[in-house]
């Protein structure tokens, strides 16, 4: 497990938002969408002003206008995340994103259009979870480019000893964490992670642990409204409810029950919207 992993778990094309047609077909599309990933099948496509042809893929963030040109063919899936753990991953990328298709895609290119015309059963499941696929490749390769700028945790994974700490936190965040625990997966001391971690990451091992439990347990409270605050503490860490609140309004500026309450509120608006 590591911050990637975690980042993307929840992001999934929806169905109701994933057209793959001729571009008088895509209007609205994007319309409200966190990100859009769009991928040319045939033909030249524009996407947020700037060209993109068959072979590439733009991911875009934000709902902003693409086409395909002519007699162009584009996939294009759109993606709305009102989680605070994708989130994180929304904040480090550029508003538009093209890389060079690395995955030999032709024949899925291929095999995506023989899908739509077939209209066999399941075809929309197939088509999302095929962009989910290409949506972590995209980005996958994006941090990897030169020119991209990728995030602080993301080049800690290769690093020998933050990494290592990182996985440890993230597949566990629920665990008592300390200094001495977090240097024992690491395989080393306690004054080497002290001094490493903020050297890569750009803060202590347990100020990125709470800032981390406080997203998890903002996605907890919008997603299980009814869960006691104490079980959501237990999930993220804390044996104690009010410790829990205390640092969840430190981090976040509201207490946990203002944060659920506002999100209640966000989700019914947009259920009736």
């Known amino acids: 497990m590591d911050p990637f992993d975690d980042l993307l778990r929840g992001v999934r094309a929806d ?3 994933l057209d793959l047609a001729r571009p008088d077909a895509l209007g609205g599309l994007a ?3 966190s990100l859009t990933l769009c991928v040319p099948l045939r033909g030249p496509a524009r996407v947020a002003g700037r060209a993109l042809t068959v072979g590439e893929a733009a991911v875009v963030r934000g709902p902003e206008p693409f086409k395909a040109g002519g007699d162009g063919l584009l996939l294009a899936g759109a993606y709305r995340v009102r989680e605070e753990v994708p989130r994180r991953l929304l904040r480090v990328l550029p508003r538009v994103l093209v890389v060079p298709d690395d995955h030999n895609c032709a024949a899925m290119r291929d095999y995506l259009e023989a899908q739509l015309q ?3 059963p399941g075809r929309q499941i197939v088509l999302d979870r095929l962009l989910d696929w290409l949506l972590v490749c995209t980005l996958r390769d994006w941090f990897d480019r030169p020119e991209a700028e990728p995030p602080a ?3 800690a994974l290769s690093d020998d000893v933050a990494g290592p700490a990182l996985r440890a936190l993230h597949a566990a965040p629920e665990r008592p964490w300390t200094l001495a625990t977090l240097a024992a997966e690491a395989g080393v001391s306690r004054t080497t992670l002290a001094r490493r971690f903020p ?3 750009g803060e202590s091992p347990l100020a990125y642990l709470t800032s981390w439990r406080m997203d ?3 996605d ?5 409204p009814h869960r006691t605050l104490a079980s959501v503490a237990r999930r993220v860490g804390y044996a104690d409810p009010f410790g829990f609140s205390a640092a969840f309004k430190r981090v976040r500026g509201v207490t946990p029950s203002e944060h659920r309450a506002a999100a209640t509120e966000a989700a019914t608006a947009a259920a009736t919207g």
């Open 199 to 201: 050297a890569v990451v």
């Open 220 to 224: 907890l409270l919008r997603a299980e």
């Open 153 to 155: 945790w993301y080049r």
């Open 31 to 33: 319309r409200g969408a």
């Open 15 to 17: 169905g109701a938002l």
């Open 216 to 218: 998890l347990a903002a």
């Open 118 to 120: 077939a209209g066999r």
